[in-house]
């Protein structure tokens, strides 16, 4: 039987090296054989958890300093307090109406308003304090299915040379043949990086409309910070079984749905 079309495959080296989030791995089985799926929830409880701390933070920061604000002008802690109490009111709004948009499936906020612009300072932030606890991957993972959600319901397409497919060299055999086939059948060609920032020089290079991208959890969301407010990006993260940067595996299905959602096919 013919195998149908592959792929370009086009190979890129860059500075920064693709796994760096991973240079504290000892080399034992990651938990759950690398496999850090986790509901969409998880990102919501742990970013309002996030946004509380942040806020308490700045709070406290504030209490302390009242008396020597007081001694510059005496309404500056008034006006400080005031205007915290705004931005928190602000902030806790936009959460609000985040959250009941991924649940509706309706795009109530404008795409620089929320997956490509404070989402991912709340992305951010919530994947530094996870990682406090030690939850980070599993939250990660929460945040990228959230902000596939939202920008899924953009309903974007663009044409088979506006996509471009980007990848890490970690992937099985098996996997990048999977790959290198769904791509094949769009017509959408596949970068593959040694090195990180592969979403940047590619980006830099072929000018997309839109990519979509796999890697790990910790890489993924490095990336979307880097690249999602310049330019729509859907994220697919990896299942690790032998460990981080080493024969690891995607959701073949889940790719090829994407890239048939975003590409218009003649």
Known sequence: MAEGPRAQLIHIDVDRRLGHEWDEWDGRPLPNQGNYDSPPELFFAWSAISLAVGLGVVALGLFLLTPRLAGVHPSAPVLL????????SVLWAWWGVLFLSYETRRPLLPE????????????????????RFGRRDWVENAAVKVYNGLAMMRGRKVGQ?????????????DTLDGV????????????????????????????PRAVVAVACERDMVRGVIDVAGKIPVLGLTMTLPSGPCKDASVNLDQLEEWVRAYVVTK
């Open 81 to 88: 307090w005031g205007s915290l109490l705004v931005i928190a």
């Open 112 to 131: 620089r308003l929320a997956e490509r612009g404070p989402f991912l300072r709340l992305m951010r932030l919530t994947s530094r304090v996870a990682d």
């Open 161 to 173: 040379g506006e996509l471009l497919v980007l990848i890490p060299r970690c992937l099985s055999k």
């Open 180 to 207: 290198l086939g769904i791509a094949g059948r769009y017509g959408v060609p596949v970068f593959v990086a040694t090195r990180g920032q592969l979403a940047r020089r590619a980006i830099r290079d072929r000018k």
